[in-house]
């Protein structure tokens, strides 16, 4: 297994956003608004390299080699995981979201998940609508948790690696 160095500032500086392309027009508005949110928070569009997969099932691998390359401050994974009548859903959202806990506990790399799974959704308007404005809110969020966590990793390990001569020392 590689290890990877723990400064956190030379190795792991970008943010990686991938994004399932199921209900694509969707789950776009979720990364349009976590661009412009984290781009408030100090972080500049250009720090964030953005990936495509074809559905919410493909993201936790993509996320584990991320994770794995060393290159990553945090992941970000967007999507959206439907209740198509005939196949449960949950349980896909499930598989999802339990990967991606174990790829950031695994790769110590922090995962934010905006993979929203709705009790129901139709293709109508009104849930369309609703969620082109959920996945708005859901991106900010996102944002928010992805800076906030990735400046307070950097100081967390900041901060052991200036007690850690002295804890060797004793």
Same mark, same amino acid.
């Given at each position: 297994?590689? %290890?990877?160095? =723990?400064?956190?500032?030379? @190795?792991?500086?970008?943010?990686?956003?991938? @994004?399932?392309?199921?209900?694509?027009?969707?789950?776009?508005?979720?990364?349009?608004?976590? /661009?412009?949110?984290?781009?408030?928070?100090?972080?500049?569009?250009?720090?964030?390299?953005?990936?495509? /997969?074809? !559905?919410?099932?493909?993201?936790?691998?993509?996320?584990?080699?991320?994770?794995?390359?060393?290159?990553?401050? !945090?992941?970000?994974?967007?999507?959206?995981?439907?209740?198509?009548?005939?196949?449960?859903?949950?349980?896909?959202?499930?598989?999802?979201? =339990?990967? *991606?806990?174990?790829?950031? /506990?695994? +790769?110590? /790399?922090?995962?934010?998940?905006?993979? *929203? +799974?709705?009790? %129901?959704?139709?293709? %109508?308007?009104? %849930?369309?609508?609703?969620?082109?404005?959920?996945?708005?809110?859901?991106? @900010?969020?996102?944002?928010?948790?992805?800076?906030? +966590?990735? +400046?307070?990793?950097?100081?967390?390990?900041?901060?052991?690696?200036?007690?850690?001569?002295?804890?060797?020392?004793?």
């Amino acid at each position: 297994m590689q %290890h990877h160095s =723990t400064d956190i500032n030379s @190795q792991r500086s970008r943010i990686a956003f991938i @994004q399932s392309c199921w209900h694509k027009e969707i789950v776009d508005q979720c990364k349009i608004s976590f /661009v412009a949110e984290i781009a408030k928070l100090g972080f500049a569009e250009s720090d964030i390299d953005f990936f495509e /997969v074809p !559905g919410a099932f493909e993201i936790p691998l993509h996320a584990k080699l991320l994770a794995k390359s060393g290159k990553y401050a !945090g992941i970000v994974a967007s999507g959206l995981v439907v209740d198509g009548g005939i196949y449960r859903h949950d349980f896909v959202a499930q598989a999802v979201i =339990t990967a *991606l806990m174990e790829v950031q /506990v695994a +790769t110590e /790399v922090p995962v934010f998940s905006a993979v *929203l +799974t709705p009790l %129901h959704f139709h293709s %109508h308007s009104e %849930h369309q609508q609703f969620f082109h404005e959920h996945f708005v809110v859901k991106g @900010q969020e996102a944002a928010r948790a992805c800076a906030d +966590t990735v +400046t307070k990793i950097r100081a967390l390990q900041a901060s052991l690696r200036d007690i850690a001569p002295v804890l060797n020392a004793a």
